[in-house]
């Protein structure tokens, strides 16, 4: 029996998140942007704000969905805010 055995390859830790055909790479592996955790947290601040300074919403006109395989979500979504 030989004294060297081979191990598995290492492999370098990064962030991960769930795998998309459509990734820019082609090994079932997405890469994410590390500035997606600072956007999360500045939309969080910034609803946060709103739900502090808003009253009420009534919605003005029809939502708009996105037309899209890659996003989903809305593009419109009229509102009417009242201030508190």
Same mark, same amino acid.
């Given at each position: #029996?030989? *004294?060297?055995v081979?191990? @598995?390859? %290492? *492999?370098?830790?990064? +962030?991960? +998140?769930?795998?998309? /055909?459509?990734? /820019?790479? %082609? ?9 997606? =955790?600072?956007? %999360? ?5 910034? !609803?946060?704000? !709103? *739900?502090? !300074? +808003?009253?009420? #919403?009534? %919605?003005?006109? /029809? @939502? *708009?969905? +996105? =037309?899209s ?7 419109? !979504? /009229?509102?009417?805010?009242? @201030?508190?």
């Amino acid at each position: #029996m030989s *004294r060297f055995v081979k191990s @598995a390859p %290492r *492999r370098a830790s990064s +962030v991960r +998140v769930a795998s998309s /055909p459509a990734g /820019p790479s %082609r090994d079932n592996r997405s890469a994410f942007c590390l500035g997606a =955790y600072l956007a %999360r947290a500045e939309i969080g601040a910034v !609803l946060a704000g !709103l *739900r502090d !300074l +808003v009253a009420d #919403m009534e %919605r003005t006109g /029809p @939502a *708009r969905p +996105v =037309y899209s395989n890659f996003l989903s979500g809305l593009s419109s !979504l /009229p509102l009417a805010l009242k @201030a508190s």
